[in-house]
Structures are given as C-alpha cells and as structure tokens.
C-alpha cells in the first residue's frame, strides 16, 4: 500500500512476513524435531513418537548425527521464526518534497540498532537506478544514485516483480522526484 500527493509519497515495504517464510520455518521445525526424537529415541531405546521408528538406528553413530541434525534444524527454524516476528525488513520509504528530504526506514533485529533509518537529502539524488538480471534467478531492483555515497536499495531483494511493475515504479518515482532513470 503506497501513498502519494503532490508534495509527499510514502512507500511501504514488506518484511519477513511472507507465506513461503511462515511455510519453510513449518516444514523446517516438523523436521527437526522429527530427526532430533529418533536420535533421542536411539539413545533411550525406545520410541518416544510412536510413528517414528528407532529400531534400525544405533545411538553411536546415527543417533548422534540425527541429533545434531535436529538441533541445527531447530536452531534455523528458531532465526526463521525469529525473523517472522520481528518482521524483518519491513518498514518505508518517505519523500518530501516540502522538506527536500529522503526518508528510508526499516527494522532489523532488537537491539540497539533495531530501527535503521538513512536520511539525506533530495538535492544529492543523481538518478533512479534500475538493476535487472535475467537468468534461472532474476533479480530486478530499484536504487537511489546519491553523489558520493553508495546506492540505497529501495525494493526488498526477495520480492519477485516482473519486469514492467519495475519499469512502472521507477518511472512513477523518477516522475515525483523529477530525475531521470538509469540501468545498471
């Protein structure tokens, strides 16, 4: 959902929030612990998931690699979820055109640096950079051109925009800030 008028635009951007997050830390904890209760199961001797068998898994050494291959599981699933309800990534970007100013917001993990926010002004914004890669993974990506800064991505890396959507929003904000597009 975006905003616009003549002076201000507010862009919002999605986090870590997504289906296929929610559904691969699922799949990717139901599997760890699946192999973390057979290696356990090894180790008691007996089946503590009745549908989950141990009888041909002997302690030393499956039982221990299934373990550690439960725990690892666990410990990706736990940063994944981790990463869900922190909502990583998510946040904004600001223009205002009254003030000259360029907000870019996101959060990030807790701490002391979880509210990352880059602020400059819209006299050092060059062009709007367009990078697209076609190939088995395309990447297409919106950036900020600042005099002597690094570029400042607008557009989240893991969202799938087709070609025109891409074309569409660059050219809409080239048209707001009043510069001009460029491809990397």
């Known amino acids: 959902m975006n905003w616009e008028s003549e002076w201000f635009r507010i862009e919002l951007i ?4 997504r289906i296929s997050n929610f ?5 990717l904890l139901s599997g760890a612990l699946g192999f ?3 290696g ?11 549908f989950l ?8 050494p499956q039982g221990i ?10 410990a990706f699933s736990l940063y994944l979820w981790g990463t869900i309800f922190w909502n990583i990534g998510s946040g904004y970007n600001k223009f205002d055109k009254g003030k000259g100013i360029v907000c870019i917001y996101r959060w990030g993990f807790p701490g002391k640096n979880r509210r990352i926010r880059i602020e400059f002004s819209m ?8 990078e697209v890669q076609e190939g088995f993974y395309p990447r297409r990506t919106l950036r900020l051109k600042i005099k002597g800064q690094q570029d400042v991505p607008l557009t989240y890396i893991g969202e799938n925009l087709t070609l025109r959507e ?5 050219a809409e904000l080239a048209r707001f800030l009043q510069i001009s597009i460029e491809g990397f």
Not at 40 to 50: A, C, P, T, V
Not at 123 to 130: P, R, S, Y
Not at 166 to 170: G, H, K, S, Y
Request: contains cysteine; hydrophobic residues 50%.
């Open 40 to 50: 356990l199961s090894s180790y008691f001797g007996k089946d503590l998931i009745s």
């Open 14 to 17: 999605r986090g870590s929030r």
């Open 36 to 38: 973390l209760s057979v």
């Open 65 to 74: 690699v299934m373990c550690f291959y439960g725990i690892a599981g666990s």
């Open 166 to 170: 891409i074309e569409e929003e660059a």
């Open 53 to 60: 068998s141990y009888e041909q898994i002997v302690f030393i």
């Open 23 to 27: 559904f691969w830390a699922f799949i």
């Open 123 to 130: 006299k050092d914004i060059e062009a709007i950079g367009m």
